[in-house]
Nanobody, 116 residues
Framework: QVQLVESGGGLVHPGGSLRLSCAAS????????MGWHRQAPGKQRELVAT???????MYADSVKGRFTISRENAKNRVVLEMTSLKPEDTAVYYC??????????WGQGTQVSVSS
C-alpha cells in the first residue's frame, strides 16, 4: 500500500501565492508520475500539473506560467508552487501518484480558496 499526505492550501487573495506539498510513503518499487488534480464545485476533476520519470512536467493550459511542480526524489515528495492565483483556481486539490506498474493512489484533498 502507498499513502499520500498533503499539506498546504488555505485562503489567499487574488494575486497571492500558495505552496502545496505531497509526500508518498509505503511500498514504492517503481515511480512513474506524481502530481495534482483539482475539482471545483459543480465541475469535473481536472489535471493541474504532473511530473514524470526524468522530471518531465506537464501543466494545464490554465496554470502554465503561474504554477510550478517539482519533485524531491529522496523523499518521494512533490511540491506545487502556485503564484498569481485567481478566483477560478478555487478548488479541492488532490495529490496522486502512479507507482509500481501504474497503480494509482490519491490523497485526501486540500482546499484552496482564492477570494478578496
Amino acid at each position: 500500500q502507498v499513502q499520500l499526505v498533503e499539506s498546504g492550501g488555505g485562503l489567499v487573495h487574488p494575486g497571492g501565492s500558495l505552496r502545496l506539498s505531497c509526500a508518498a510513503s509505503g511500498s514504492i518499487f517503481s515511480f512513474h508520475a506524481m502530481g495534482w488534480h483539482r475539482q471545483a464545485p459543480g465541475k469535473q476533476r481536472e489535471l493541474v500539473a504532473t511530473i514524470k520519470n526524468g522530471d518531465f512536467t506537464m501543466y494545464a493550459d490554465s496554470v502554465k506560467g503561474r504554477f510550478t511542480i517539482s519533485r524531491e526524489n529522496a523523499k518521494n515528495r512533490v511540491v506545487l508552487e502556485m503564484t498569481s492565483l485567481k478566483p477560478e483556481d478555487t478548488a479541492v486539490y488532490y495529490c496522486y501518484t502512479s507507482v509500481n506498474g501504474g497503480r494509482l493512489y490519491w490523497g485526501q484533498g486540500t482546499q484552496v480558496s482564492v477570494s478578496s
